[in-house]
């Protein structure tokens, strides 16, 4: 029932915390469940590095919106994964977790098993009690040397001006 109530609110725009129901969650030590919107899907499998990257090892179970996908794996903290989306018309794509909490390395699309912080601690500069606006930037993305290298993230600290 609880799945239903979740898909439900996610479809009418209701759903707040739709990152606690997709995605990949731990169930226990060694298990894991992944879940993924894919409209238009003809199936969904999931591949990485807990299954050989194989497309036929994992194929994800339809839900009852028959738009999301579910399955339940063995894997550990640290794997990485993508969804293989198969269209109508036979395309495979290969596609990052839309809410996953990690990434892998860069010029990588997989995503990467990983534990949240079960609890967040204010260091008093922000009150935890108010809402606080994230601005985030990929510093690999922002600049490169010409031979089109990445920057440390020393060299960008030193070439770039802090915005105040």
Same mark, same amino acid.
């Given at each position: 029932m609880?799945k239903?109530i979740?898909?439900?609110?996610f479809?009418? =725009? &209701?759903?707040?915390?739709?990152y606690e129901?997709?995605?990949?969650h *731990?169930? $226990?030590d060694?298990?894991y469940?992944?879940?993924v919107?894919?409209?238009? =899907?003809? $199936? %969904?499998?999931l591949?990485?590095?807990?299954n050989?990257?194989s497309?036929?090892a $994992? @194929?994800? +179970?339809?839900?009852s919106?028959? !738009?999301?996908?579910?399955?339940? %794996? ?5 794997d990485?994964?993508k969804?293989?989306i198969?269209?109508?018309d036979?395309? *495979?794509l290969? *596609?990052?977790?839309?809410? =996953? ?10 995503? +990467?098993?990983? !534990?949240?912080?079960?609890? %967040? *601690?204010?260091n008093?500069a ?5 809402p @606080?606006? @994230?601005?985030?930037? #990929?510093?690999?993305s922002?600049k490169?040397? +010409?031979? #089109?290298s990445y920057?440390?993230?020393e +060299? ?5 001006? &802090?915005?105040r």
């Open positions: 609880f239903e979740q898909l439900n609110d479809h009418n =725009a &209701t759903c707040c915390f739709a129901f997709f995605g990949c *731990k169930i $226990s060694s298990e469940i992944f879940r919107w894919a409209p238009h =899907a003809e $199936s %969904v499998c591949i990485g590095s807990f050989g990257w497309e036929s $994992s @194929i994800m +179970k339809r839900l919106d028959n !738009e999301s996908f579910e399955i339940t %794996v063995n894997a550990k903290l640290g990485t994964y969804f293989c198969t269209t109508y036979g395309r *495979k290969y *596609k990052a977790d839309p809410y =996953a909490f990690s990434s892998d390395l860069p010029n990588s699309t997989a995503s +990467k098993i990983t !534990e949240l912080p079960t609890e %967040v *601690k204010s008093g922000t009150p935890l009690n108010r @606080i606006n @994230i601005y985030e930037v #990929n510093l690999l922002w490169r040397e +010409k031979d #089109n920057y440390t993230f +060299k960008l600290k030193k070439n770039t001006r &802090t915005l």
